[in-house]
């Protein structure tokens, strides 16, 4: 077995993450620790009204670097100079109305919009605030100043705000504001001119109107996967399961049972250099799907199973010789031997292994831990980290398979 790997799409890049006074600052530290994972150097940048609402400590932690807060207690004279000058990139995260303001004016009032006026480097601002604030005239004239200069603006969603109001204004999701930074600074379109088909979420087999037999699969491995060839310039379909925020320029299709996703599937991937089934498809529905809701008064209901199609199996069957055919096995015991015997019976060129046992592993975690196992003989284990990361090693092993 190959040593472990770490996936680092951003190894060697410097990214300032500047954190703002709002309530969303919190979640600046998941941006921080994606980041991280995907092996930027960051240094965090945290303005006075920042430090109100979260700690510098966590950040000096988790980051590459210190953080900073003032110009002036830095041992280096200049460090907004430092930083924009250094800085590969420049994330603000969350960007109150202030930062948008001064930087918009370019006016120096900190040392983040010092360092923001100081750099020629791509920045993104994540803006985050009450829906009044976010749809004043003066914050969208800025915006639109701004992105007209060239700033990368990752818009507020929908969803509960400070003091439980709702509305736009909700920061971004991680995902979301590191897809755009990995958009920025990765070498983009190594996966130019090809197509690529990947499923995601849990099949749901109906028995009644209001019941399913499902499982546990959130759909967010297939999701990173769908992004991360979207960003490596594929032309994307995602048949999926669940309902997540997907970049635009990625092509949808909701499926709800493995009938359906079959159906969808065998549609698309005769056309498609790529297949990656991250679906969790059900192996067995019922027989039968009441019309009406059973009701508890009729009596224990005896549901009778039959088996779904395999998708992958079929897919295998069929497969043209440039395909690359790609599944998932998720294991409670024996990995490498149930793995391989998958490769095998479905005829794919890679699986990849998880243990969903194993903490932080697969299944509704924002983690995942995996082994790719070829159809080559090779094996490759990849370390716990971020989905992001382990969709990057299963494109990677994609796309030296599709070189040869
Ligand atoms: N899969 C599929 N169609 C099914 C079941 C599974 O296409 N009806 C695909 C999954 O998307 C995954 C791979 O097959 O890529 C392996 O799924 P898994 O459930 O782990 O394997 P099974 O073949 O169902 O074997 P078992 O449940 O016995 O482990």
């Not at 920042?50 to 953080?67: D, H, I, K, Q, Y």
């Not at 092509?251 to 790529?274: F, G, H």
């Not at 831990?369 to 994609?398: E, N, R």
């Amino acid at each position: 077995m190959t040593a472990p790997i770490q996936a680092s799409p951003l190894a060697g890049r410097r990214i300032v993450l500047g954190v703002t006074g709002g309530i969303a600052a919190y979640k600046s530290i998941e941006v921080l620790r994606r980041l991280v994972d995907l092996g930027a150097h960051v240094v965090p940048v945290l303005t006075e009204a920042a430090l109100n609402m979260v700690g510098p400590t966590t950040f000096t932690a988790l980051a590459s670097e210190r953080v900073k807060t003032s110009l002036w207690t830095d041992t280096d004279p200049i460090p907004h100079t430092t930083l924009g000058q250094t800085a590969d990139l420049i994330v603000v995260c969350p960007a109150t109305a202030r930062i948008i303001a001064d930087y918009r004016m370019g006016r120096s009032a900190d040392l983040l919009s010092a360092t923001l006026i100081a750099t020629v480097a791509p920045v993104v601002l994540c803006p985050a605030m009450h829906t009044e604030m976010w749809e004043h005239p003066a914050v969208q004239e800025n915006l639109a100043v701004l992105a007209g200069r060239g700033v990368s603006i990752v818009p507020p969603e929908e969803g509960r705000l400070a003091g439980g109001d709702i509305g736009k204004g909700r920061l971004a999701a991680p995902e979301a504001v590191v897809a755009t930074v990995l958009d920025l600074l990765s070498a983009p379109g190594s996966l130019a001119g090809t197509r690529v088909l990947v499923t995601a979420g849990g099949t749901r087999e109906p028995i009644d109107p209001v019941r399913f037999i499902g499982n546990r699969s959130s759909g967010k491995q297939g999701y990173a996967i769908a992004r991360e060839a979207h960003r490596r310039g594929a032309s994307v379909t995602l048949v999926s399961t669940v309902d997540l925020p997907a970049p635009s320029g990625i092509e949808v299709i909701a499926v709800a049972t493995a009938a359906e996703m079959e159906a969808a599937v065998s549609r698309v991937a005769p056309r498609v250099d790529v297949v990656v089934m991250a679906a969790a498809v059900a192996d067995f529905r019922p027989v039968a799907v009441a019309d009406q809701k059973i009701k508890k008064g009729d009596g224990v209901p005896k549901i009778v199973l039959e088996p779904t199609v395999d998708i992958l199996a079929g897919l295998g069957k069929v497969k043209p010789a440039s395909q690359v055919l790609i599944g998932f096995a998720a294991e409670t015991e024996e990995l490498s031997r149930n793995a391989t015997a998958k490769l095998q019976r479905k005829n794919a060129d890679f699986i990849v292994a998880n243990d969903v046992s194993a903490p932080g592993v697969g299944f509704g975690h924002e983690t995942n831990a995996v082994t790719i196992h070829g159809a080559d003989g090779s094996v490759l284990q990849v370390d716990l980290q971020s989905k992001d990361a382990i969709a990057c090693a299963v494109l990677d092993a994609a796309e030296r398979r599709l070189q040869r």
